[in-house]
Structure formats: structure tokens, C-alpha cells
């Protein structure tokens, strides 16, 4: 059986003197599996995200993404682990409007000390992958909200991450091109990417992931696989 790429074993988190935000949740993703969270707005899921992420620390439990224990990083640690480990892509793109589509691409190889000409060989692939290699020089504000976010997916693949997160990643789109980008997850997922998305729409996870697990009042309620789970996933 294969190494999960994500393993959460009885994690907890409370903030303040409230309810807490997670209870113990465990959860084991392995390669090549697409999952769907879900739950309504204070469910946990944004938690869970951030856990899975490093940008937020259990207070019980354990957090292991591809073998490193995110739970005991630093914030050094943590920013260089969301730059080898995690893909990131949000509801509201988060491209920076004063660079074009290549730049913001290669943004994170060069952070990570990749070369520029490394860098923009590995950006004009994706570009073109994802079908907007015409766009390399143009500005994101100048682009549709379909194409910003296949940017956004783009930048966040640019490190070959072993695990893609996408948080609502049609929650700022028309329906025509909230079904495109389900459409790019699946299809990168059909190629091997390892793929958790958070969201509250039903009909993003049944297009792009073949597992749902769902979340209420801070603990898993349900965790379904469809009829269509990855091979990988199930070695």
C-alpha cells in the first residue's frame, strides 16, 4: 500500500474559549485520490485546509503531508513546505495584477531558487497545458475570471507539488466557468495530481473528485467513495 499523502491522526483545534473548530479528525489521502470537503459555512473545513496547508497549528493530534510532520514546523519550515509540498489555489485568484500571466507563474520557482530560464521553460508547459499560453505576457486584470483562476492553477503546479489544495476555487465564477475549472481538476487528477478540494457546492465535487467527505461542527460526518476512485489510491 502506498505512503498517504496526507495523514491526519485524532487532530483537534480550538480557538479562544468557543467550540472547538476540529475535533478528532482523522483522515488519510493517498496518492492519486481527488477528495471533496464539505460543509456549511463554521463547519472546519477552512480549518482543515489550513492545517493540511501549515498555515495553522493543531492542538492535539498530528499533521503529515508526503512524509513531513507540518505540525512541528516552524515558520521558516512552513513557508518552505508550502513551497515543495502544497499547491494553493483560492476563491479570489490572489495573482499579482502589476505582473503578467508568466510572472506570477514563475513566481514560486523563483522563490524557491529555481533558475529564470528553468523557470519560464517550466511555465510556457504549463501555459500551454492548460490552454492559455496566449496569454504569457498579458496582465491578469485584462483576463475572465476563468482564465485568472487557470492561472492561479498554474502557478500552484509550477513546483510539481505532490498535493494540489483548491479553497472554493469557483466560489468567484459564473456557473459556465466554474464547470470549466472542475473540468481542468479532473483532468489533472486524471493525470495523476492528487487533488483535495474545499467547497460548499455539491455539484463541484461530484464533477471533479471520486471521494466526499463531510464536515460538521468540527468532525468528519461522512467519508464516500464513488465508483470512479483513482487505482493509485487504492493500492
Keep these: 500500500m502506498t505512503t498517504p499523502v496526507i495523514e491526519l491522526r485524532e487532530v483537534g483545534r480550538r480557538y479562544d474559549d468557543?467550540?472547538?473548530?476540529l475535533h478528532d479528525v482523522t483522515l488519510t489521502v493517498r496518492p492519486g485520490e481527488a477528495v471533496a470537503i464539505l460543509g456549511?459555512?463554521?463547519?472546519?473545513?477552512?480549518?482543515l485546509l489550513n492545517l493540511i496547508a501549515g498555515l495553522d497549528r493543531p492542538d492535539a493530534g498530528t499533521v503529515t503531508v508526503d512524509g513531513v510532520r507540518v505540525d512541528r514546523l516552524g515558520e521558516a519550515g512552513s513557508a518552505l513546505y508550502r513551497r515543495s509540498k502544497v499547491g494553493m489555489v483560492f476563491q479570489f485568484f490572489n495573482l499579482l495584477d502589476?505582473?503578467?500571466v508568466t510572472d506570477n507563474v514563475v513566481l514560486p520557482a523563483r522563490l524557491a531558487g529555481m533558475g529564470r530560464g528553468q523557470a519560464d521553460r517550466r511555465a510556457r508547459e504549463l501555459l500551454e497545458t492548460l490552454g492559455i499560453d496566449?496569454?504569457?505576457?498579458?496582465?491578469?486584470?485584462?483576463?475572465s475570471g476563468g482564465e485568472r483562476q487557470r492561472v492561479a492553477v498554474a502557478r500552484a503546479l509550477m513546483n510539481r507539488p505532490p498535493l494540489l489544495l483548491a479553497d472554493e476555487p469557483t466560489g468567484a465564477l459564473d456557473t459556465a466557468a466554474g464547470q470549466d475549472v472542475g473540468r481542468l481538476l479532473a483532468d489533472l487528477n486524471a493525470d495523476?495530481?492528487?487533488v483535495v478540494v474545499v467547497t460548499h457546492d455539491l455539484r463541484l465535487a461530484e464533477?471533479?473528485?471520486s471521494r466526499t467527505v463531510r464536515i460538521a461542527d468540527g468532525g468528519i460526518t461522512e467519508d464516500v467513495r464513488s465508483h470512479a476512485v483513482a487505482p493509485e489510491a487504492l493500492r
Excluded at 496566449?134 to 483576463?143: E, F, I, N, S
Design 18 to 21: 468557543g467550540p472547538p473548530a
Design 40 to 47: 456549511p459555512s463554521g463547519s472546519g473545513k477552512s480549518t
Design 98 to 100: 502589476d505582473l503578467t
Design 134 to 143: 496566449r496569454h504569457a505576457r498579458t496582465y491578469p486584470g485584462r483576463l
Design 192 to 194: 495523476g495530481q492528487t
Design 207 to 209: 464533477s471533479c473528485t
